[in-house]
Nanobody
Framework: VQLQASGGGLVQAGDSLRLSCAAS????????MGWFRQAPGKEREFVASVRWSGASPYYADSVRGRFTLSRDNAKNTGYLQMNSLKPEDTAVYYCAADRDYGHTDSNYYDYWGQGTEVTVSS
């Protein structure tokens, strides 16, 4: 599975962005999908994950209620809708694929996209 994240950009606080994660390979639908982010000078942190079926989305406390994770297996694409963005959401966002569901530790994820940068100005 190869992943490519896109959709990042520069926005103001309170704005919205939708990130996409395009996957190649028919096996994408068998993998659970996660999103992580890494801010400058900080470690990579878990943002959200969803089962291969699109069920049971799970979010980090910092984004719950503002971000929504979904996927369209017919299009081999996952989405991270980000609303009410805050300056602390500024980071490079990565999508990843995991054979198992429920991991918030990036070490468990098997495949990674290259990252897309999100900058939120105050």
């Amino acid at each position: 599975v190869q992943l490519q994240a896109s959709g990042g950009g520069l926005v103001q606080a309170g704005d919205s962005l939708r990130l996409s994660c395009a996957a190649s390979g028919r096996a994408f639908s068998r993998y659970n999908m996660g999103w992580f982010r890494q801010a400058p000078g900080k470690e990579r942190e878990f943002v959200a994950s969803v089962r291969w079926s699109g069920a049971s989305p799970y979010y980090a406390d910092s984004v719950r209620g503002r971000f929504t994770l979904s996927r369209d297996n017919a299009k081999n694409t996952g989405y991270l809708q980000m609303n009410s963005l805050k300056p602390e959401d500024t980071a490079v966002y990565y999508c990843a694929a995991d054979r198992d569901y429920g991991h918030t530790d990036s070490n468990y994820y098997d495949y990674w996209g290259q990252g897309t940068e999100v900058t939120v100005s105050s």
